[in-house]
């Protein structure tokens, strides 16, 4: 019995790469078995024509995946993955949510009768998780500062720091990676009012993905400086979410780099942040982003450990994978399936500094 159950609620499209388009090839070329529900039928990335899903028919497939979860898989042990990007509408978002949430209320319900020996105690998530989080300095692991250059580098040990590990920030046996796909480079690609439906929602996502524009959108704050990334992360980690992860913040003052943030919370409540300084290839095509949610999905499922390792990883697979693909208007997904099936250790990696204020 397969009891690892990945769930991608994405967009599909007629020709090119995005969305479930990425993550059911990326996903089944890793050796899972995902569970694929489109949002929308498109032609394409960049020609929004074709079919779009009704709230009701995500809810009618939604009800039914959520009755054979009951019903023919009936075991804790079960895991639940869901992995949500490109939704075009309001009311398909909240259906979505919706369904999401009514499943990891009986998840929960089961494991803690599971643990009281029958007796149902039904915990509230959400309170649990917002209370006492307020955040009163950066941490960080060890680090070498002596280095020539004085840039900060982790010491090996910090990748095995306790407080870094995926095990230890989110509940695996049911989880929600949610990429608030809306727009890029200030332009929204989702009904506005899908942005006001994310921000109700997210104080139950284990992890979540935007990119800077859709984290801009989140949390009404437009980022210029570090500063105004760690205000983001941190608002998102107040309000519930477990890990905070932005894909790609470019500043002003270094084009030729973008950064991915990392952040979370310790057991204090104080946050940890690093941050990965990637080189920017000259390739404006969507579906990066699809790409690294994909990927950082399938090892934290197969792997788990330390999630800066993690990311560290999955970066190196996205980078190879955007410079085979320079010049062409897709990225080379199935071109370069070797390197998305493997293990993203080939090349040095992108390795993630902590950040301080
Ligand atoms: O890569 C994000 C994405 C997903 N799905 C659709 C898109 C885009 C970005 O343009 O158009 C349909």
């Known amino acids: 019995v397969n009891k690892e159950n990945i769930v991608s609620i994405q967009s599909q499209v007629f020709d090119g790469f995005c969305g479930n388009n990425i993550a059911s090839f990326v996903l089944r070329r890793r050796g899972h078995v995902p569970k694929i529900l489109s949002t ?25 995946f959520s009755t054979y979860i009951e019903t023919s898989l009936d075991s804790p042990d079960n895991k639940i993955y869901f992995l949500t990007g490109y939704i075009k509408a309001k009311d398909c978002v909240e259906a979505v949510t919706s369904r999401i949430l009514e499943l990891k ?7 803690t009768v599971a643990a009281n020996g029958g007796m149902v105690i039904d915990s509230n998530d ?7 989080c307020h955040v009163e300095r950066l941490t960080n692991c060890h680090m070498d500062e002596s280095a020539n250059s004085g840039a900060k580098v982790i010491l090996p ?10 095990e230890n920030l989110v509940d695996q046996r049911y989880f929600w ?17 899908v942005v006001g439906v994310y921000k109700n929602f997210i104080s139950h996502v284990d992890i979540i993905t935007p990119n800077q524009f859709e984290l801009e959108l989140l949390c009404d704050i437009k980022i210029c400086t570090e500063k105004d990334v760690i205000a983001c992360l941190t608002h998102l980690l107040n309000k519930g979410v477990r890990i905070a992860i932005v894909t790609s913040v470019h500043y002003n003052f270094d084009i030729n780099h973008l950064y991915l943030y990392v952040g979370f919370l310790n057991k204090k409540k104080e946050l940890i942040c690093y941050k990965y300084k990637i080189f920017r290839f000259d390739f404006d095509v969507c579906g990066s982003g699809d790409l690294f949610a994909s990927l950082l999905l399938s090892f934290i499922v197969t792997h788990g450990g330390n999630i800066l390792l993690i990311i560290s990883k999955v970066l190196n697979i996205l980078h190879n994978v955007i410079k085979n693909s320079l010049g062409s208007l897709e990225l ?10 493997g293990e993203g250790t080939n090349d040095r990696l992108i390795e993630g500094e902590p950040v301080f204020t």
């Not at 209320?105 to 494991?111: Q, R, V």
């Not at 959400?126 to 006492?132: F, G, L, Q």
């Open 157 to 166: 040990e910090c990748r095995h720091h306790e407080e870094c590990l995926i």
């Open 105 to 111: 209320k009986k998840k929960k319900k089961e494991k």
């Open 332 to 341: 080379k997904i199935i071109e370069n399936q070797d390197i998305i099936a």
């Open 177 to 193: 990676m949610c990429d608030p796909v809306m727009g890029d480079h200030g332009r929204l690609y989702v009904d506005s009012d």
């Open 40 to 64: 929308v039928q498109y032609y394409s990335k960049y020609k929004h024509c074709g079919v779009e899903l009704k709230c009701e028919d995500i809810n009618t497939i939604l009800r039914e």
């Open 126 to 132: 959400h309170v649990e998780r917002s209370a006492n």
